[in-house]
């Protein structure tokens, strides 16, 4: 008996995450499920962000070795530059000023594109996934407009 309430409880828990999870897309799925997607964002922070203070250190961290001036961009996107950052990779333009939920970006990083997941998923020890609360600023920072003079 003991068995099967385990054997229960098991498929009712995997049901349950697969729910709270809604499916990740392929990239070429991603724009006509963005709405369906942002209701998992975290919520943008409410302050004034500051690119020095807050993003730019989670940038240097987490993407600048793949994306910055040292050796050949991944996917040809460059995040060390407003210039270029905004300018967007191989996959077109990821980050829209004032607009989050619709800048693929922010569904790189909440790891909701396939193959997409930034930083990717294998390489994570070395460059750490940001946090709901710093996924929270980088939205903030798209939303007061991507700046990175302040
Ligand atoms: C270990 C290297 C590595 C790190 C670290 C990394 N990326 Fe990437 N990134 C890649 C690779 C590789 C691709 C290309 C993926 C593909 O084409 O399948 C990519 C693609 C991208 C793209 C899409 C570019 C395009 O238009 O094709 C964006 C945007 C991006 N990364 C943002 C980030 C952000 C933001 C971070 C940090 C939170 C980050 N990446 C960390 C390797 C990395």
């Not at 975290?42 to 001036?69: R, T, W």
Request: aromatic fraction near 8%; hydrophobic fraction near 35%; charge should be positive.
């Amino acid at each position: 008996m003991l068995r099967y309430i385990a054997a229960f409880m098991l498929i009712g828990g995997f049901a349950a995450s697969q729910h709270a999870n809604a499916e990740p897309v392929e990239i070429d799925d991603l724009k006509d499920n963005m709405a369906k997607l942002a209701a998992k964002l975290p919520a943008p922070a409410k302050k004034q962000v500051s690119y020095k203070k807050d993003i730019e250190p989670l940038f240097k961290k987490s993407c600048v070795n793949c994306h910055g001036p040292d050796k050949r961009p991944k996917g040809k996107f460059r995040i060390d530059t407003r210039a270029l950052a905004l300018k967007g990779g191989s996959e077109g333009v990821s980050i829209i000023p004032a607009k989050s939920k619709k800048s693929p970006f922010i569904y790189y990083i909440t790891d909701q594109v396939i193959d997409y997941e930034m930083p990717p998923t294998a390489k994570r020890e070395k460059y750490p996934k940001l946090t709901k609360e710093q996924i929270g600023l980088v939205l903030a920072w798209i939303d007061q407009g991507a700046k990175y003079d302040n």
